[in-house]
Every structure is written in C-alpha cells, then in structure tokens.
C-alpha cells in the first residue's frame, strides 16, 4: 500500500508554480524539493483550470461545491430512509396497516 503524506502547504505549492511560470520545468524542481514532477505537473494544471486557462476539468472552488453537495445528498438519503422506517412504524403502531407476521 503506497505511504500517504500530508498534503503540502498552499505556500510551497504557490512558490513551486510561480517557478514553474519562471521557466524551471517540473523535473528540474522535483529533483530539487520533494514533490514528483507529476505532482508539480497537476499542480499547473489545476492552477491553469482555476484561473480559466483550462477548461478540461473542474475548478478548486466547483469541486469543493461537488463535495459539499454529495455530503449533502448523502445525508438527505439517509434522513429520508429514517423517516420511512419511522412512517412505516408509526402506521403499524396506528393499526392502520397490518404487521408482517399478521395472518390477515
């Protein structure tokens, strides 16, 4: 299983870029500290998708907004399938319906 690290300070990873807009490529800089040219590579990337160069991908804030509504949607998911459980009891509880092992 691959080690995960912490995720680098936003700082590092504006300096990193504003290398890379200077002209050091991300090889060189990846030799130098230690995230992988592919990091650094993504990191331009997103940074290019962020400031509209890119229209390939989704942006930091547009994906954070995607997270946030999923964990939103999740929750409505499991709040709704409470209140039917609750709904279904407190029809059998009413009478209303019979209950599952009832013979009628």
Do not use: C
């Amino acid at each position: 299983m691959p080690r995960s690290r912490p995720p680098y300070p936003a700082e590092f990873r504006e300096q990193i870029l504003e290398l890379v807009r200077a002209g050091r490529t991300p090889e060189e800089l990846a030799e130098e500290y230690e995230p992988t040219a592919q990091t650094i590579r993504n990191w331009v990337a997103q940074s290019e998708r962020d400031h509209g160069v890119r229209k390939d991908g989704l942006t930091t804030d547009e994906k954070e907004e995607l997270r946030a509504l999923r964990r939103e949607n999740k929750v409505l998911r499991q709040e709704k399938e409470i209140l039917k459980k609750a709904a279904a009891w407190f029809a059998r509880e009413s009478n209303s319906i019979p209950g599952r092992d009832s013979s009628s």
